[in-house]
């Protein structure tokens, strides 16, 4: 009887342990996976643990990762944006259109000034905020389901990019511009300051304004948004220009990278936003996810690319397993909400 009594009363205890394993694999599960991932990668290739590869690295998911920063908002109201990528492609053309080297600029148009650095920032950010309002604007006002709008968007920006540059790379750009994508400060590259600083911006409103806090509630429950008084078209295409913003950004630091603006750049660059988001937590159900999540998804997602790079991995094993990775992770997140619920 003794031996009973204490096993039943042991039963709780072991029981509250393996909660407190779930809850703490639920809330942490990503960041683990991130370090083993880098361990594995490291054990497997002498060179992927490097200062210079760790580097390249962060240059490269920097404009993936801007991209899932918005894209991460727009899953939160349970949307989705397939236009991402092509919206880069524009933006990169016409910016780098406006960023010419003075003496390339000098020998076309003799008669013009050179424009200050500020006006293809400008341009680009405005392109990219543009197109997603009028992505949010579809999807908010006439109720077309967000995979369709944004990908109307998605072959329009693309079309459009292939006109303005006339299907050719747009280059001879200035080093003001080319800084944005290939300078330092401090020894840290600009882009990944610009990234960290739109990372934090992005955690601010999502964790700190009412925006955000519509965000999640739109997400949640639409309907209980709109009777509770939210004005849901409104903050639908906020966060859909927010995402054209951070888009029109990312163009702006990969033109700049490689010195070129591009009509075919950011092909699939959508998929490995959306991809990002996912693995970081973003819930497709709608009203769940963080930006620390998807910082790290981005981080996943540029591990995995670079290391599969030293391996020598095929390219089209590469989709296949990123593509399953990317399955995995909305199944964990199903079976996780089912559970709670």
Known sequence: MANTTAS?????????????????????????AFIGLVIFMSAMHPAFLTVTNILNIIRQ?????????GVTIIIITRGIDLSSG??????????????????????????????????P?????????????????FVAKTGIPPFIATLGMMIVARGAALIYSDGRPVSDLNDSYNFIGQGEIFGIPFPVILFIIMALISWILLNRTRFGKYAYSIGGNEQAAFVSGINVAKYKILVYTF?????????????ARISSGQPGLGNMFELDAIAAATIG?????????????????????GVLNNGLD????????????????????????????????
């Open 8 to 32: 039943a009363e042991m039963l709780p205890t072991e029981s509250s342990k393996q909660k407190q394993l779930k809850s703490l694999i639920s809330k942490y599960g990503i960041y683990f």
């Open 61 to 69: 998911v920097t404009s993936i990762g801007l991209i899932a920063l």
């Open 86 to 119: 092509s919206v880069l492609a524009l933006v990169s053309v016409v910016a780098a259109s406006l960023a010419q080297n003075p003496d390339w600029h000098a020998k076309m148009y003799p008669s013009l000034p050179a424009l200050p650095v500020i006006v």
């Open 121 to 137: 920032i400008l341009a680009a950010l405005a392109i990219g905020s543009l197109c997603g309002a009028i992505n949010g604007a």
């Open 243 to 255: 995402g054209g913003f951070l888009a029109g950004m990312a163009g702006l630091v990969l033109s």
């Open 281 to 301: 937590g973003v819930s497709h159900a709608g009203g769940i996810g963080t930006i620390q999540g998807t910082v790290v998804g981005a981080l996943i997602i």
């Open 310 to 341: 030293l391996l020598n991995v095929s390219a089209y094993w590469q989709q296949i397993i990123k593509g399953s990775i990317i399955v995995a992770a909305v199944v964990f997140d199903m079976r996780k909400n089912a559970r709670k619920n």
